[in-house]
């Protein structure tokens, strides 16, 4: 998916009782993987994922209660292209659309301010397209169809 920036919606309020972060500060690659696989990701090797982070420009961590209830993360080539990855918030939680929407609105907010006119891309679960649509992201621009190997 690719977003197309012409209008914005406001932006959504983090509901009372959750905490934002999104410094580069390390995450425990073992909480993220589990948060994951709670969303319906396959198991990975927490090495795998703790590479995966160590590798990523930044992330973005809900907090309720001080547990991990959502993740994103994001790569770049620090130029002209970023990508949002395990775009991920807990299924049981009950603002979960909300939540999707935070974490997505304040990734964009960063990378506008830092790599103004990238292209942003990512791969989403269903559950989170209609959150991408409010925020300008559309479905195979063009005809273009995203395509996945897993090794």
């Known amino acids: ?35 994951l696989q709670r969303c319906g990701a396959p198991a990975r ?9 160590e590798r990523s420009a930044w992330t973005m961590r809900l907090e309720r209660e001080n547990q991990l209830v959502g993740f994103l993360r994001i790569t770049s080539d620090q130029a002209l292209n970023a990508n949002l990855w395990d775009l991920a918030v807990l299924p049981e939680e009950p603002q979960r659309e909300k939540l999707l929407a935070v974490l997505v609105h304040a990734a964009l907010c960063r990378l506008r301010k830092e790599l103004p006119g990238c292209s942003i891309s990512l791969a989403a679960v269903p559950e989170a397209l209609p959150v ?10 063009n005809g273009i169809r995203a395509m996945g190997l897993n090794l």
């Open 45 to 53: 090797p927490d090495g795998r994922i703790a590479l995966a982070l």
């Open 1 to 35: 998916m690719m977003p197309y920036f012409r209008s914005q919606p406001p932006p959504p309020r983090l509901p009372q009782g959750y905490g934002l972060s999104c410094e580069d500060l390390p995450v425990n690659a073992e909480a993220v993987n589990a948060l």
């Open 132 to 141: 991408l649509e409010t925020y300008g992201f559309i479905t195979d621009p």
